[in-house]
């Protein structure tokens, strides 16, 4: 299976501007699984609920869907991507998934970051997988991975590669996703964006690049730099994920032990 990721550096606002980047990189790629990062279509400081309101779309019904749906379907590829999107009167920082049949799945990110906190709707589904065919994909949002229960959640649930669109602004990310991917034994895609953005007098946010796939054993198979825009794409074999064992007596799922794990649940 060919999978990858996109890692850009948009424009804040320029929707169609960088909607119409990502569709014209894309479509010189060859892949069955491709990821880009969070926000892709809208860049990420907004300066209220109202901007990142006005900048949100329904999924799928909203332009940024729309046009992934018909590179998917052209490229006969499956494209998660992560885009404000609206509901009613809800705003939340969400990833969508879509492949060449048309629409699979929605995703809210559950951990929201900083002033994420004042500008969208703590996420509502949950964690979720979805089979698209030779591999179980998962999808958590960038800051979810500072949360180890959300790679854990989905790799139960039968996650072979975790899609992770992010814009990271702390250093740890980079370092934490082989550790993240070995606890598990999946893969991760996780796709960053680039460059800097310092609107309305807010403070400067420099965005780490360096996207990254991981295998199940912790080694980064690639990694882009962490200026520029760029692209992945590399053959791996999902099905290594289903093997959980460490020694032949140590299975990392059937040797877990819930029932001494209460204090996860308050
Ligand atoms: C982040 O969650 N965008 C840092």
């Not at 279509?41 to 018909?70: D, H, V, W």
């Not at 049949?101 to 997988?129: A, I, Q």
């Not at 370092?175 to 606890?183: G, I």
């Amino acid at each position: 299976m060919r999978i990858g990721l996109y890692q850009n550096n948009p424009t804040f606002g320029e929707v169609e501007k960088n909607v119409a980047d990502a569709v014209n990189t894309i479509s010189e790629l060859s892949a069955d699984l491709l990821v880009l990062p969070e926000l892709f279509n809208t860049g990420y400081q907004f300066l209220s609920r109202n901007e990142a309101a006005s900048l949100a779309e329904e999924i799928p019904g909203g332009f940024t869907c729309r046009a992934m749906m018909k590179l998917a379907k052209e490229k006969k590829m499956h494209i998660v991507f992560g885009v404000a999107e609206r509901k009613g009167d809800f705003v939340y920082n969400s990833a969508a998934v879509v492949g060449p049949s048309g629409f699979v799945g929605l995703y809210r990110k559950t951990h929201l970051f900083d002033e994420e906190k004042l500008l969208f709707d703590p996420g509502d589904t949950g964690f979720r997988v979805w089979n698209i065919g030779g591999a179980t994909i998962g999808v958590m949002i960038c800051f979810d991975w500072f949360f180890p229960e959300s790679a854990r959640i989905l790799s139960l649930l039968g996650a072979d590669i975790i899609c992770h669109p992010a814009n990271l602004v702390l250093p740890y990310c980079q370092y934490a996703m082989p550790v993240r991917c070995l606890e598990n034994r999946v893969f991760s895609i996780t796709a960053n964006r680039t460059g800097t953005e310092k609107r309305g007098g807010k403070k400067l946010l420099t965005y780490t690049g360096n996207s990254l796939i991981v295998d199940p054993t912790g080694q980064v198979l690639k990694a882009l730099n962490g200026t520029g825009v760029g692209t992945i794409v590399l053959e791996v074999d999902p099905k290594k994920a289903k093997d959980k064992r460490v020694t032949t007596r140590n299975d990392l799922f059937e040797d877990r032990r819930p029932s001494l794990y209460g204090p996860l649940m308050q």
